[in-house]
C-alpha cells in the first residue's frame, strides 16, 4: 500500500514538475507582442530607365518635310548689277532628302523652285522701259549642315556649307546674260547666317517631349489588393547621346534617373513633375529599372492574411485539429507579428480554445510568387495551462504546420501592376509604337512600418520602338 501511494505521489510531483518546468521554460523565451522594438528602415530605392532609339532616317525626312514651310525665303529688289534688280521667291519644290556623312555631319538636299521679275532700276531708262522679264527656275541645292540638341532642349545648326547649287541660274535681259547663281549661293548663305547659325536656340524640342512625357510621366491610380494608391515619377537627371549613323540615320541614347514617389488615392498630383535639363549620356543599355514603393496597411493585411490563411483547419497530429479564427497584424521589430485566435479540437474532450502571438520574417518566393514565413515562432497568450503545456509539447509540430500553410499567392497581385507599367509606358505616336517587353516585377523586401508593411517592389523591363 505503501508503495502504491508513493508511486501515485511521485507520478502526480513529476506531472507537476514537468509542467511547472515547461511552463517555466516557455515564458523564459517567450514573446511579448507589447514590446517595442525598432522599427526597420525602408529603403528609397532610385529607378533608371535608359533607351536606345535609332530613328531610321525615312523618318526624319518626313519630319523635315512635314515642319518646313512651301515659301522658305523671300527677297526683294536684289541687285544684279547693271542698273538690274529683281524680286524673287524661294519654294520648296519637291521632296527634302537627308544624307548622314558620318555622326556629326548630315547632308541635305532641298529642291527650290526660284520665281520672280527682272527689271531695270528705276531712273533715267528704267522709267521708259517699265517691261519686267518673268524669272522660273527650279535646282536642288546641296548644303551640309551640323545639327546639336542644347541642354535646354532647342535644336541648333553650328555649320551650314552650301556644296552645291545643283544647277545654274543664267538669264538674258537687255541683250546681257546674267548669272544669278553666285546670288543665289550668297543669299542661302546670308539666310544661314542669320536666321540658322546664329541663333543656337533654333528649333524648340521641348513642347514635343512634353507632350510625350505628359502622357508617360502623368501621375496615376493603381489598385493593388483592393488598396487604391496614387504613383507618380519625379526625375531628378536626364540624360542624352545624339549620333548620325551613315545609311540608317540618328542614334539617341535617352536616359533618366529618378524616383518612382506613392501617394495617397485623394492627393495624387495632377501634372506630370517638369523634366530637368540634359546632360550627356554614356549608357547604352537598353533597360528598365523602376523601383515602386508598395504600402499595405495592417488592416489590408489583416484581410490578405485572412483570406488564405483563416478559417482554414488543419492536423496538427493524430488527436488534434486546429483552426484559426480572427487574425491581426503588427510590427514586431523587422519581423511580423500576427495574434491568432484558434480553437484546437480533440477527437475526444472538449476543444481547446485560446490566442497565440506568431512571429515571422516575411520571405518573397520568386518561382512559386508565393510570400510565406521565416524564423517563425509562436508564444500562447492562452489563459489554460493545459494549452500552453500542449502548445509546448507539439510545437515543433505546429511550427511545421504554420509554416506549410501561412503562404500567401502574390500572383495575381503583381501581375494587374505589371499590367498597369505596361500600359503607362507603351506608346502610340502617328511616326512610331513603343512596347514594353519582357517586364517582371518582384518584391525586393518586407519592412514593417508603424502603419503597415512596406514592400518595395522592382519592375525590369526593355523596350522595343517600331516605326511607322
Same mark, same amino acid.
Given at each position: 500500500m505503501i508503495n502504491i501511494l508513493f508511486s501515485i505521489s511521485f507520478r502526480s510531483i513529476a506531472t507537476l514538475l514537468? %509542467?511547472?518546468?515547461?511552463?517555466?521554460? @516557455? +515564458?523564459?523565451?517567450?514573446?511579448?507582442?507589447? *514590446?517595442?522594438? /525598432?522599427?526597420? %528602415?525602408?529603403?528609397?530605392?532610385?529607378?533608371?530607365?535608359?533607351?536606345p532609339v535609332d530613328i531610321p532616317i525615312t523618318t526624319l525626312a518626313t519630319l523635315a518635310n512635314n515642319s518646313i514651310p512651301s515659301k522658305v525665303i523671300s527677297l526683294r529688289e536684289v541687285d544684279l548689277g547693271n542698273g538690274i534688280r529683281g524680286d524673287f521667291d524661294f519654294f520648296r519644290a519637291g521632296t527634302i532628302q537627308l544624307i548622314p556623312l558620318d555622326s556629326q555631319r548630315l547632308q541635305v538636299v532641298f529642291p527650290l523652285k526660284i520665281q520672280g521679275e527682272i527689271g531695270l532700276k528705276p531712273g533715267g531708262i528704267g522709267n521708259?522701259?517699265?517691261?519686267?522679264? !518673268?524669272?522660273? &527656275? #527650279?535646282?536642288?541645292? $546641296?548644303? $551640309?549642315?551640323? /545639327?546639336?540638341?542644347?541642354?535646354? @532642349?532647342?535644336?541648333?545648326? +553650328?555649320?551650314?556649307e552650301v556644296v552645291d547649287l545643283g544647277g545654274k541660274l543664267a538669264i538674258s535681259a537687255m541683250g546681257l546674260e546674267y548669272d544669278l547663281s553666285p546670288m543665289v549661293r550668297n543669299e542661302i548663305r546670308n539666310f544661314a547666317k542669320q536666321n540658322i547659325t546664329s541663333k543656337p536656340n533654333l528649333i524648340p524640342l521641348k513642347p514635343l517631349m512634353e507632350s510625350i512625357w505628359n502622357e508617360v510621366g502623368?501621375?496615376?491610380?493603381?489598385?493593388?489588393?483592393g488598396t487604391k494608391m496614387g504613383l507618380s515619377i519625379r526625375p531628378e537627371s536626364l540624360h542624352l547621346r545624339e549620333y548620325l549613323r551613315p545609311n540608317k540615320g540618328l542614334h539617341v541614347d535617352l536616359g533618366m534617373k529618378g524616383q518612382v514617389q506613392?501617394?495617397?488615392?485623394?492627393?495624387? /498630383?495632377?501634372? /506630370?513633375? !517638369?523634366?530637368?535639363?540634359?546632360?550627356?549620356? %554614356?549608357?547604352?543599355?537598353?533597360?528598365?529599372d523602376l523601383h515602386v514603393p508598395f504600402h499595405l496597411t495592417y488592416a489590408d493585411l489583416d484581410a490578405l492574411i485572412k483570406k488564405s490563411f483563416g478559417g482554414k483547419v488543419f492536423r496538427?497530429?493524430?488527436?488534434?485539429?486546429?483552426?484559426?479564427?480572427?487574425? *491581426? #497584424?503588427?510590427?514586431?521589430?523587422?519581423?511580423?507579428?500576427?495574434?491568432?485566435?484558434?480553437?484546437? #479540437?480533440?477527437?475526444?474532450?472538449?476543444? =481547446?480554445?485560446?490566442?497565440?502571438? =506568431? $512571429?515571422? &520574417?516575411?520571405?518573397?518566393?520568386? +518561382?512559386?510568387?508565393?510570400?510565406?514565413f521565416e524564423e517563425l515562432d509562436f508564444v500562447m497568450k492562452s489563459t489554460s495551462a493545459k494549452a500552453k503545456l500542449g502548445a509546448l509539447l507539439k510545437q515543433g509540430k505546429i511550427n511545421r504546420q504554420l509554416n506549410q500553410q501561412m503562404k500567401l499567392p502574390l500572383g495575381? #497581385?503583381?501581375?494587374?501592376?505589371?499590367?498597369e507599367i505596361q500600359e503607362r509606358f507603351s506608346l502610340k505616336t502617328s511616326i512610331a509604337t513603343v512596347d514594353i517587353l519582357d517586364l517582371k516585377m518582384i518584391p525586393v523586401g518586407f519592412y514593417p512600418t508603424a502603419t503597415g508593411l512596406a514592400i518595395p517592389l522592382r519592375a525590369r523591363a526593355k523596350t522595343s520602338i517600331r516605326w511607322k
Amino acid at each position: 500500500m505503501i508503495n502504491i501511494l508513493f508511486s501515485i505521489s511521485f507520478r502526480s510531483i513529476a506531472t507537476l514538475l514537468l %509542467t511547472c518546468l515547461g511552463l517555466a521554460f @516557455w +515564458s523564459c523565451k517567450s514573446l511579448d507582442p507589447n *514590446a517595442k522594438l /525598432p522599427l526597420p %528602415t525602408v529603403p528609397q530605392g532610385n529607378s533608371s530607365v535608359n533607351v536606345p532609339v535609332d530613328i531610321p532616317i525615312t523618318t526624319l525626312a518626313t519630319l523635315a518635310n512635314n515642319s518646313i514651310p512651301s515659301k522658305v525665303i523671300s527677297l526683294r529688289e536684289v541687285d544684279l548689277g547693271n542698273g538690274i534688280r529683281g524680286d524673287f521667291d524661294f519654294f520648296r519644290a519637291g521632296t527634302i532628302q537627308l544624307i548622314p556623312l558620318d555622326s556629326q555631319r548630315l547632308q541635305v538636299v532641298f529642291p527650290l523652285k526660284i520665281q520672280g521679275e527682272i527689271g531695270l532700276k528705276p531712273g533715267g531708262i528704267g522709267n521708259l522701259l517699265q517691261s519686267k522679264i !518673268p524669272f522660273n &527656275r #527650279t535646282l536642288a541645292p $546641296v548644303v $551640309v549642315i551640323n /545639327p546639336e540638341l542644347q541642354s535646354n @532642349w532647342y535644336l541648333g545648326v +553650328s555649320e551650314f556649307e552650301v556644296v552645291d547649287l545643283g544647277g545654274k541660274l543664267a538669264i538674258s535681259a537687255m541683250g546681257l546674260e546674267y548669272d544669278l547663281s553666285p546670288m543665289v549661293r550668297n543669299e542661302i548663305r546670308n539666310f544661314a547666317k542669320q536666321n540658322i547659325t546664329s541663333k543656337p536656340n533654333l528649333i524648340p524640342l521641348k513642347p514635343l517631349m512634353e507632350s510625350i512625357w505628359n502622357e508617360v510621366g502623368q501621375p496615376m491610380l493603381v489598385e493593388m489588393e483592393g488598396t487604391k494608391m496614387g504613383l507618380s515619377i519625379r526625375p531628378e537627371s536626364l540624360h542624352l547621346r545624339e549620333y548620325l549613323r551613315p545609311n540608317k540615320g540618328l542614334h539617341v541614347d535617352l536616359g533618366m534617373k529618378g524616383q518612382v514617389q506613392l501617394h495617397p488615392a485623394h492627393a495624387i /498630383p495632377k501634372k /506630370p513633375y !517638369p523634366l530637368p535639363k540634359i546632360s550627356s549620356n %554614356t549608357d547604352a543599355s537598353n533597360s528598365i529599372d523602376l523601383h515602386v514603393p508598395f504600402h499595405l496597411t495592417y488592416a489590408d493585411l489583416d484581410a490578405l492574411i485572412k483570406k488564405s490563411f483563416g478559417g482554414k483547419v488543419f492536423r496538427i497530429n493524430k488527436q488534434y485539429v486546429f483552426e484559426a479564427k480572427n487574425l *491581426a #497584424t503588427q510590427a514586431y521589430g523587422d519581423k511580423l507579428g500576427i495574434t491568432v485566435d484558434f480553437i484546437a #479540437t480533440p477527437s475526444k474532450g472538449n476543444p =481547446l480554445k485560446g490566442e497565440m502571438f =506568431l $512571429v515571422g &520574417r516575411p520571405v518573397f518566393d520568386e +518561382s512559386s510568387q508565393v510570400l510565406f514565413f521565416e524564423e517563425l515562432d509562436f508564444v500562447m497568450k492562452s489563459t489554460s495551462a493545459k494549452a500552453k503545456l500542449g502548445a509546448l509539447l507539439k510545437q515543433g509540430k505546429i511550427n511545421r504546420q504554420l509554416n506549410q500553410q501561412m503562404k500567401l499567392p502574390l500572383g495575381e #497581385t503583381l501581375a494587374g501592376g505589371v499590367k498597369e507599367i505596361q500600359e503607362r509606358f507603351s506608346l502610340k505616336t502617328s511616326i512610331a509604337t513603343v512596347d514594353i517587353l519582357d517586364l517582371k516585377m518582384i518584391p525586393v523586401g518586407f519592412y514593417p512600418t508603424a502603419t503597415g508593411l512596406a514592400i518595395p517592389l522592382r519592375a525590369r523591363a526593355k523596350t522595343s520602338i517600331r516605326w511607322k
